[in-house]
Structure formats: structure tokens, C-alpha cells
């Protein structure tokens, strides 16, 4: 994908205002600086959110990924994971996932685990009982507290029973949680 594929894609044609190619390139390098930054925030903080088309960065509510919109990178030399390869690894997702990441409720999340880079698009949802709502029935192992700056596991969905028995033990599962 082209620089100027990219740009439309990510921003689309509005962003020039008028002023050509020279403001299109100045978008870019300002986002190609963004990841940069969150992919070093990543390896020094052991993860990030970052917008993909210069938004504000929530700094409070639920992060809640959506499902089927993750990608795991492993490190196959089992050394720890460098700054290079975390930073090839989130281009190769964000060329993947552009299109849904230029939307402005969609934010880059990124995150290591047992040296394993994860990368999703994930959403903030400022009401807690709906954040865990919406994690639960995106098959999501975790959400992320903003306010707290902790993860909330979260149940496994109930898969058997009736649907009333379903919705109750995701009723019971998330009340529990929201009195934690």
C-alpha cells in the first residue's frame, strides 16, 4: 500500500483542505510519529491505545476489544521482543485493518504478554456493567479499566442451557463484577 493509499484510506479525502499533496504528507508523517510512539509505549509499558486517525485518547472508561479483530505476534527466537519488530507488527496490522481503524470509535490497542505482542482494535465504553456486557459477548478474555489502570477478567459466556439461563448467568457473572 502505497503512502497516498494509505492516507486516503486512513483519512479519507477530506484532509487536504485545499492545500494538495504537501498537508496529506504532513498527516502521514504525523501518523507514521504516532506509531511509532505507541509502538515504543508498548515495549516500555507493556502496552498502549492510540488512535489511528489523531484522535483524543480515552483516558477514562472500559477499552473492550471487538471480536475477531486481533492479531498475535510471537517472537520465534523466544528473545525478547525489540522495538523493530513490534513496530513492523502493528504496520502489518494497521495496513490490514485500516479501514476499520480510521473510524473515529475505533482505537489501536496493543499490549505484550509471556513475549507475545497482541494488537487489536478495540472501542471505549464509559459505563462499566455495558463494557463488561459487550466484552462478554465479544468472546473477550479481559477488559481494560482506564480509571483503575487494571484488567478485568472476564467469564467464559455460557454456551449451554436455555436462552433465559444464559442471559441470567451473564446477568449474575456481570454483577458480580460491577461490584468488584
Known sequence: MTPRQFIHKTF??????GKGIENL???????MINLKEFSRQI?????????????????????????????TFENLNNDELS?????QSVKTFVQKNAEQLSDHINYLGGWI??????VD??????????????GIK???IAI????DDCEIVLPTPQRHGTLTQRRTYMELAINKLCQL
Do not use: C, W
Not at 479519507?12 to 483542505?17: E, L, S, Y
Not at 504478554?113 to 497482541?118: I, P, S, V
Not at 482494535?121 to 463488561?132: L, Y
Open 113 to 118: 504478554h509471556e513475549n507475545k505482542l497482541y
Open 83 to 87: 522495538l523493530e519488530q513490534i513496530e
Open 43 to 71: 515495549l516500555e509499558n507493556g502496552g498502549s491505545t492510540t488512535s489511528l486517525n489523531l484522535t483524543h485518547i480515552p483516558k477514562t472508561g472500559f477499552m473492550v476489544s471487538l471480536e475477531d479483530n486481533a492479531m
Open 144 to 147: 481494560y479499566d482506564l480509571n
Open 121 to 134: 482494535i478495540s472501542v471505549n465504553i464509559q459505563d462499566k456493567r455495558e463494557a463488561i456486557e459487550f
Open 25 to 31: 504528507l504532513i498527516k502521514y508523517a504525523e501518523h
Open 12 to 17: 479519507g479525502r477530506d484532509v487536504t483542505n
Open 138 to 140: 465479544n468472546n473477550q
